[in-house]
């Protein structure tokens, strides 16, 4: 019988550098999205059994990991992303207590939150932004610019978002974005696409997943390195991705977001940094026909 491997995915970081930036990667704690027909939809439940059969994955439910991006250009040091938080209200009650532990594995990497200048929203999500804040509401980085495009800021802060007419689901994913976001309200920047926010780090605005969602495209010395958000969840999407996925919210043009990046990132060999593939989300991609592999570029 083969021994069980442990890895305490709550606390765990690892570091790389990037020309000149030194780039941590931080785990929050992975989660589980449930069943893949919830995630994926009934109508291709049989092809998705088959396809997580194939990558010898779990077939009766979908695990995302969390992976934040910590990089200090030597200026500044920037997070992407803040994880989806402790509070009671959110994080903890949407998630349980798997996740929410980036606090944790940034005291292990050496990073205090004080010490971060910038915090770049990929997009307003639970698991990307509901860390702002700690259990009492407060904002948790006190010294940084918080960097979204001004489509995600709109749709999250708009009164629309919370109207009776929404689900009740909708209604608290935006209630979770107002409450991290509001305590920011002095200190966000919006960014637009083809920005450079920051030296070395430039916006690309790639909406489907979410109306303002954002790609960070980061570059040292010649090193470049493509953050890119949720544009891909699970090596699923990476098989098949012009496959729904539950969570995007304007689902055609999700995919010709994804097919787009996807086959540009293949055909230059983008290194590419994925919030929820395997730790530490670090890869390059190949493509064979239609669908793409996930190349882990550190391990
Ligand atoms: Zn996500």
New binding site residues.
């Given amino acids: 019988m083969m021994n069980e491997t442990t890895i305490d995915e709550t606390s765990i970081s690892a570091k790389f550098m990037l020309g000149k930036f030194e780039c941590t990667v931080v785990s929050d704690g992975p989660f589980t999205l449930g069943s893949p027909s919830k995630a994926f939809g009934e109508n291709s439940a049989d092809e998705v059994t088959r396809i997580l059969a194939e990558l010898s994955l779990p077939t009766d439910s979908v695990n995302?990991q969390?992976n934040m991006l910590i990089v200090n250009t030597g200026r500044r040091r920037i997070l992407f992303d803040a994880g989806s938080g402790r509070s009671p209200d959110f994080g903890a009650k949407a998630f349980g207590q798997s996740t929410g532990h980036m606090l944790k594995s940034m005291a292990k990497a050496g990073i205090s939150p004080d010490e971060i200048d910038v915090i770049a929203i990929t997009?307003a999500?639970?698991?990307?932004c509901w860390g702002l804040t700690d259990p009492s509401g407060k904002a948790i980085y006190k010294n940084a610019t918080v960097l979204i495009s001004e489509a995600e800021f709109d749709h999250w802060m708009s009164p629309a978002a919370l109207d009776p007419s929404r689900s009740a689901a909708a209604r608290f994913i935006a209630q979770g974005a107002q409450a991290n976001l509001s305590p920011y309200i002095d200190q966000i920047a919006f960014v637009d696409d083809g920005d450079d926010p920051i030296e070395g780090v430039t916006a690309l605005l790639a909406a489907g997943h979410s109306p303002g969602h954002t790609l960070y495209q980061i570059e040292s010395e010649g090193d470049k390195l493509l953050h890119w958000?949720?544009l891909v969840?699970h090596p699923v999407l990476l098989a098949k991705p012009d496959l729904g996925f539950v969570?995007d919210f304007d689902g055609a043009q999700a995919v010709r977001t994804r097919l787009k990046v996807l086959e540009k990132a293949a055909s230059e060999n983008t290194k590419i940094f994925s919030?929820?593939l395997d730790f530490p989300g670090i890869g390059h991609l190949s493509r064979t026909q239609g669908s793409y592999e996930w190349r882990s570029a550190l391990f």
């Avoid at 999500?125 to 990307?128: L, Q, S, T, W």
């Fill in positions: 995302l969390q997009h999500h639970p698991d990307h958000g949720d969840h969570f919030c929820h």
